[in-house]
């Protein structure tokens, strides 16, 4: 297959990567240049523009940070619209609007171009072990004939609907995640404030009904203050935004989760949203009066 990967990223770099192994031709396009070079020494090809990626590809694949950044590569002047073929299947894995996944799929579809919203979870360390969870949205043979692309870079990949559902589970899937981080880094500050071995206190509780995904990644790096990302604050503030006006479009209530997107922007309001989003933590220590770092 030929394919076309736009946005080599710290997500899109590494699947780009494994699309490579798996003997596809890939060829990459990223704002800079450091990224397209990584992938040219993987046995990927270099292109010059957005037109020069997509424009003899059978397959296009997007992860860029935002709906606007999508919205650019698929109706901008050298984008997939103006230039891919008829028949070339775009699947946009960015985490963007669920009501922008549909007003581009409805673009594409009107000019034979075949859309795919295939946004992933599981972080930097699931792109680099092409373990990703992978949620899809697209009409049936759109998703059957993008699974085996999405079957080499993760490995749980479950079509959830029409064009759009992808990224409303990847909404609820980021309003989850939040809380979770909110909740493990409350605990870590409670436990380190009555000196508790906080390592052991997290190995029983991971083993019990409060044990998650969130408590194995995150954990040993918030106990240790270590906020390099993964996931940046500044794109989870962007996924808050699109979960409430998402809930907000649908009429139902997430207070919890409303609450927590004012943390988010919060942190990020304070100048670190270049930091993953474990550096919740940091500011459940502040309002604590405990801030170690
Ligand atoms: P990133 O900022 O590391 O990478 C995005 C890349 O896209 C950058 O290298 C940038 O140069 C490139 N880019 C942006 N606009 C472009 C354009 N018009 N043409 C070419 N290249 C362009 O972001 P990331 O962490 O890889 O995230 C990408 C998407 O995946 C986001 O929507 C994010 O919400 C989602 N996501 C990220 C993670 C994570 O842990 N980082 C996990 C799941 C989902």
Redesign the pocket.
């Known amino acids: 297959m030929r394919i076309a990967f736009?946005?080599?990223?710290?997500?899109?770099g590494p699947m780009a990567g494994h699309l490579v192994e798996a003997g596809h031709d890939v060829v990459g396009?990223?704002?800079?240049r450091l990224?397209v070079d990584v992938l040219v020494e993987r046995g990927g090809r270099a292109a010059t523009d957005?037109a020069d990626a997509v424009r003899e590809a059978d397959v296009v694949i997007t992860?860029?940070?935002?709906s606007p950044?999508v919205e650019?590569?698929v109706f901008g002047e050298d984008g997939i619209l103006a230039h891919a073929k008829p028949g070339t299947l775009h699947i946009d894995?960015?985490?963007?609007r669920p009501d922008v996944a549909r007003r581009i799929a409805e673009a594409e579809r009107e000019r034979g171009i075949r859309p795919v919203d295939a946004?992933?979870?599981g972080?930097?360390p699931a792109a680099l072990e092409a373990a990703l969870s992978i949620m899809v949205g697209g009409a049936p043979d759109d998703v059957e004939a993008a699974r085996p692309l999405l079957e080499t870079v993760g490995n749980t990949v479950v079509h959830v609907g029409p064009a759009g559902s992808g990224q409303t589970v990847k909404a609820a899937n980021q309003l989850m995640v939040a809380g979770n981080i909110q909740l493990l880094a409350e605990a870590l500050v409670f436990l380190e404030a009555h000196d508790v071995d906080t390592e052991s206190a997290l190995a029983v509780l991971q083993g019990g009904l409060a044990g998650s995904t969130v408590l194995a990644r995150k954990g040993a790096t918030m106990r240790a203050r270590t906020f390099a990302?993964?996931?940046?604050i500044d794109?989870h503030h962007?996924?808050m935004g699109i979960v409430t006006a998402a809930a907000r479009e649908a009429g139902v209530a997430i207070p919890l989760g409303a609450h927590v997107a004012q943390l988010v922007g919060s942190l990020r309001a304070q100048g670190h949203g270049g930091l993953d989003h474990s550096a919740l933590l940091k500011q459940v220590e502040e309002l604590s009066g405990r801030a170690t770092t």
């Open positions: 736009i946005g080599l990223g710290i997500m899109g396009h990223n704002l800079s990224a957005t992860m860029v940070p935002d950044d650019g590569l894995c960015s985490t963007i946004p992933v979870s972080g930097e990302p993964g996931f940046r794109l962007k996924d």
